[in-house]
C-alpha cells in the first residue's frame, strides 16, 4: 500500500478542503453566514479524513465504506457549493470551478472503491 501522502485521491482532497476553508472565511466575513460556512468546512474536512481512514483499515468492506462516506462527503459539499451560488455568495465561474474539482473528487474516489471490489 502506497503512504497516504502519495495517493492522488488524497492529495487532490486536501487541496479541495484548502480552497473550501478560504471560501468559508470569505463568506463567514463577507456574508454572516457561518452555518453554511461550518457546513462546508466539516464535508470538506471529512473528505480527506475518510481517506486517511481507508488507507489503515482492514478489511476491504471496512475500506468500500470509508470512502463511500467520503464520497458522501463530497456530495454534501457539493450541494453546499449550489447553495453558495443560490444566495450569491459566489460568482458562477467559482461555483463551476468547486464543481468540476468535487465531480473529479468523486471520480476518484470511485475509482479507488472499484479497484478494491476488483480485489475482492
Given at each position: ?16 478542503a ?36 481507508w488507507?489503515?483499515?482492514e ?10 462516506m ?27 470551478q ?10 476518484l ?12
Amino acid at each position: 500500500m502506497a503512504r497516504l501522502e502519495e495517493l492522488e485521491v488524497w492529495e487532490h482532497s486536501m487541496k479541495l478542503a484548502k480552497r473550501i476553508y478560504e471560501l468559508s472565511d470569505h463568506i463567514t466575513k463577507e456574508k454572516r453566514d457561518y452555518w453554511l460556512a461550518d457546513q462546508m468546512r466539516r464535508a470538506s474536512v471529512s473528505i480527506p479524513s475518510n481517506i486517511s481512514e481507508w488507507v489503515w483499515r482492514e478489511t476491504q468492506k471496512e475500506n468500500i465504506r470509508f470512502l463511500i462516506m467520503a464520497r458522501w462527503s463530497a456530495l454534501e459539499l457539493k450541494t453546499q457549493v449550489y447553495l453558495c451560488k443560490m444566495f450569491d455568495y459566489i460568482k458562477s465561474d467559482t461555483k463551476n470551478q468547486l464543481i468540476k474539482d468535487i465531480e473529479s473528487q468523486i471520480k476518484l474516489i470511485n475509482g479507488m472503491i472499484r479497484w478494491i471490489k476488483k480485489s475482492m
